[in-house]
């Protein structure tokens, strides 16, 4: 009985112990909050299982619809192209400053498949103290699901087959809030996901290259023509010329203006707003 009480008073002093401890360590400012500082291997590895865990146990409850219809595939591919891209890449593109960024790593969605059921509940609620959003706050299931469907076609795209797709979708629409073809509220991320094709390769980048990049369009639209540019009237030179424009972004800082070509090939262009490059400026 004495025994007893003595390991009793023991393991209460013994947590105690860990617990202000912990306290100490967490008050003293210690601890990297930096992105740029990676987890040590055995805390990544508890994060990783407690995402996936908790992802599959919810996914696992849903209900999966028939996502085979060609036309929600292509609708869930214009909202792919207009608001993930510049954080899960696309067929061709590399990466981006946020790809690259943030800390952990969006996976690259065009080289690897996700379950839809998976797919729906992370489009959907999101992930925890990621930089992956909860985009059902704005959303409605149905275009989520189409989303998940283009996510199990993405994969086996190649750039031209994406930028296809993109051009036969309907841009970025998901029944409310989204920004319309002529309606965009003007902050700097706007130029980042044009209604026109993929040139999120440099999202959330600095001002002038948008600006720069886009007033490239005009000389080049003739010199470039591929083919299939009656199919698509600008998005293969979007995505080119970006390219071109990223590397030569730097040496310009002076633009205060920024232009974005729309899907019926008008060319638009509004004073730029500092904005933070997380704002995209599409109100969901
Ligand atoms: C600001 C960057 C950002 C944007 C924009 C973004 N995501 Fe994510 N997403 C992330 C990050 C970061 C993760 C990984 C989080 C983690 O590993 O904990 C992620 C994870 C995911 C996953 C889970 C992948 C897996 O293997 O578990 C899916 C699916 C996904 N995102 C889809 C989308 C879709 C679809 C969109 C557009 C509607 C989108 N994301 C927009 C950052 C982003």
Redesign the pocket.
């Known amino acids: 009985m004495k025994s007893h009480t003595r390991k009793f008073i023991g393991v209460i002093v013994g947590l105690s112990v860990l617990a202000l401890a912990a306290g100490v360590f967490v008050w003293s400012g210690l601890y990297n909050i930096g992105a740029d500082d990676p987890h040590f291997r055995p805390t990544y590895a508890i994060l990783e299982t407690l ?1 996936d865990r908790s ?1 599959e146990t919810r996914a696992a409850k849903l209900e999966i619809p028939d996502l085979s219809d060609p036309a929600k595939i292509t609708q869930g591919a214009g ?2 192209n207009a ?2 891209i ?3 890449l696309s067929p061709g593109m590399a990466d981006s400053e ?1 790809s690259k960024g ?1 800390y ?4 690259n ?1 065009s080289t ?1 498949v ?1 379950k839809p059921e ?2 729906f509940w ?2 959907k609620h999101g ?1 925890k103290a ?4 909860a ?1 059902g706050k704005s959303m409605g299931d149905d275009y989520i699901w189409n ?1 998940a469907a283009f ?1 199990q076609k993405l994969p086996s795209l190649d750039a031209a087959e994406y930028k296809a797709m993109i051009a036969q979708s309907s841009g970025h629409s998901h029944g409310g809030g989204e920004t319309g073809a002529h309606e965009h509220s003007h902050s700097e991320g706007e130029a980042q996901h044009d209604d026109d094709g993929q040139d999120g390769g440099h999202a959330g980048s600095g001002l002038d290259e948008h600006a720069d990049k886009h007033e490239m369009h005009p000389q080049s639209d003739e010199g470039k023509s591929s083919g299939d540019t009656d199919a698509m009237p600008s998005a293969p030179e979007a995505h080119e010329q970006s390219e071109v424009a990223a590397s030569e972004s730097d040496k310009t800082g002076e633009e205060l203006m920024t232009k974005h070509r729309h899907a019926d090939g008008t060319l638009e262009s509004h004073p730029v707003k500092p904005t933070d490059p ?1 704002n995209d400026g599409h109100k969901h």
């Open positions: 995402r992802i909202n792919y608001m993930c510049g954080c899960h946020l943030l952990p790593a969006p996976p969605l690897e996700v998976h797919a992370v489009i992930i990621s930089g992956m959003p985009w989303m996510l997380a």
